[in-house]
């Protein structure tokens, strides 16, 4: 039976449908910088706003869902319908996993952090890190346990957002630094008197930490998609990607979903050579 969410039990912005909406454009910006227009670097860096908003997302469902496995097997099924337009719009092989693995995977953590049965919410995150891990799923393990923090700090405004500041901030060490933007240098405000105390904020994924507004601002619940459009989206948004590299005349990378369809075409007819 489906444990029943307390009052007050999340205090973000359980506006679900709003935020996946805005999750996806802030990723097809990422994405269209990406493959697009690699050379407006301020592209990528609103495309870090996506994944924190994802992680809340999946932190609020969890709370919510009346079915853990039916939870699961949508994220699993659209993540397996989406990995050949993942492929194809931003040339990855297969080994390469779209953004649900991570979710799925996750996911299976925060159903045992909210089953607590047989000390499931302690080895069930901690499997599903070793997965993350394992699978080198995107965000890596760094991404799942941003999911795990998240469902911790769920029932404190002021807890999302010293969790967020501090794990953005930590996050960024693991990344480059932005030396400019809009065409203005910032090394010379690296180079100050304050520069060490500035410089940690100005790091590629630290710039995660802009959803924190959206993830703390109550929008309204009323605002909901239907259930198949809010995982539709995002293989749309895939296809709307290769659409724009092909009317670009950008290079559409179809060789890596020909390279699996050539395999599994050689090992069916290894297999009916047996047969």
């Known amino acids: 039976m489906t444990k029943t969410v307390k009052r007050h039990e999340i205090q973000g912005n ?8 805005l999750a996806l454009v802030f990723m097809f910006i990422d994405h269209a910088g990406k493959m697009c227009f ?9 495309g870090r706003v996506a994944f924190p908003l994802y992680c809340w997302c999946m932190v609020v469902g969890a709370c919510y869902t009346r079915s853990f496995p039916r939870y699961l097997l949508r994220i699993g099924l659209i993540g397996l319908i989406s990995q050949p337009l993942y492929m194809v719009a931003l040339n990855h092989p297969l080994t390469d996993y779209n953004i649900f693995l991570t979710m799925f995977v996750g996911l ?5 952090l909210r089953r607590q049965r047989f000390l499931s919410h302690i080895w069930a995150p901690l499997l599903a890190l070793v997965a993350a891990q394992l699978l080198g799923v995107d965000y890596g393990w760094r ?6 923090l998240l469902y911790g700090a769920r029932n404190s405004r002021t807890g999302i957002a010293a969790l967020m500041v501090a794990f953005c901030l930590f996050w960024g060490t693991t990344s480059s630094s932005v030396t400019e933007l809009f065409g203005v240098s910032l090394v010379p405000l690296f180079r100050s008197e304050v520069g060490s105390l500035i410089s940690p904020w100005f790091k590629i994924q630290a710039f995660a930490l802009l ?3 959206l993830m703390l601002i109550r929008t309204s619940r009323r605002m909901r998609m239907p259930g198949w459009l809010s995982y539709a989206i995002y293989p749309l948004h895939l296809a709307a990607l290769i659409g724009l590299e092909y009317l670009m005349g950008k290079t559409v990378h179809w060789e890596h979903l020909t390279k699996v369809w050539t395999q599994l075409v050689g090992l069916w007819n290894q297999l009916m050579a047996l047969i």
């Open 14 to 21: 359980m506006g679900t449908g709003l935020l996946k909406v």
């Open 38 to 46: 690699p050379a407006i670097a301020e592209l990528r860096l609103l």
């Open 108 to 112: 299976c953590g925060l159903w045992g």
């Open 143 to 148: 991404g799942v346990l941003l999911m795990f």
């Open 211 to 213: 959803a924190l507004p």
